[in-house]
């Protein structure tokens, strides 16, 4: 087998990004959260998914792999690649002006998260709560294979306002894309 590449790809990414989510919410929660009207504090993501699906605990946060461009033109030793993420949210309500405000609050509290964590987080190994990471820890990235070069926050997106099955509510779904550009032996 050829090792030359090394590369992991987004797969280490997603789980240090929830690490991260998991870990700076509650910072972030709490500096938005002083700006709202009393009783109208933003509740921590109550579940972490990597893919779209039924949600069963709101609100919840939905990172997606979304995709993998590799630089054609890069040093033949490395891949230079930009992975591009989605991160919905999926909150709920009964007044669709309240909703409006929580998801631009939201977006607020997760773009301070992903812009305000220092890229050397990405290689340490981080508590996470997720199914797929059974032991509860990261490996991190390994800084000897993987070089991540920036993470930029490229849109916002404050969703769509549903109405939820039967008389459930509304529910809304505000998106953050961002890219993370990265060199990888």
């Given at each position: 087998?050829?090792?030359?590449?090394?590369?992991?790809?987004?797969?280490?990414?997603?789980?240090?990004?929830?690490?991260?989510?998991?870990?700076?919410?509650?910072?972030?929660?709490?500096?938005?959260?002083?700006?709202?009207?009393?009783?109208?504090?933003?509740?921590?993501?109550?579940?972490?998914?990597?893919?779209a699906g039924t949600v069963q605990?709101?609100?919840?946060?939905?990172?997606?792999?979304?995709?993998?461009?590799?630089?054609?033109?890069?040093?033949?030793?490395?891949?230079?690649?930009?992975?591009?993420?989605?991160?919905?949210?999926?909150?709920?309500?009964?007044?669709?002006?309240?909703?409006?405000?929580?998801?631009?609050?939201?977006?607020?509290?997760?773009?301070?998260?992903?812009?305000?964590?220092?890229?050397?987080?990405?290689?340490?190994?981080?508590?996470?709560?997720?199914?797929?990471?059974?032991?509860?820890?990261?490996?991190?990235?390994?800084?000897?294979?993987?070089?991540?070069?920036?993470?930029?926050?490229?849109?916002?997106?404050?969703?769509?306002?549903?109405?939820?099955?039967?008389?459930?509510?509304?529910?809304?779904?505000?998106?953050?894309?961002?890219?993370?550009?990265?060199?990888?032996?």
């Amino acid at each position: 087998m050829n090792t030359r590449y090394q590369a992991g790809f987004a797969k280490p990414l997603v789980n240090q990004i929830i690490a991260i989510l998991q870990r700076d919410q509650q910072a972030a929660l709490e500096i938005v959260n002083a700006a709202r009207p009393a009783g109208r504090a933003l509740k921590p993501f109550a579940a972490f998914y990597k893919e779209a699906g039924t949600v069963q605990n709101w609100p919840a946060l939905v990172l997606v792999a979304q995709e993998t461009a590799f630089d054609a033109v890069s040093d033949p030793d490395l891949r230079t690649e930009t992975l591009r993420f989605i991160c919905a949210m999926a909150i709920t309500g009964t007044d669709p002006e309240w909703l409006a405000e929580d998801a631009l609050d939201y977006l607020h509290v997760v773009d301070m998260v992903l812009t305000s964590a220092p890229l050397g987080d990405f290689y340490l190994p981080l508590a996470i709560d997720h199914r797929t990471v059974p032991e509860g820890e990261t490996a991190g990235l390994e800084a000897s294979v993987s070089k991540i070069l920036d993470l930029r926050i490229v849109r916002h997106d404050l969703g769509v306002l549903v109405t939820r099955a039967r008389g459930a509510g509304l529910a809304r779904g505000p998106q953050i894309e961002f890219v993370i550009e990265l060199e990888e032996r």
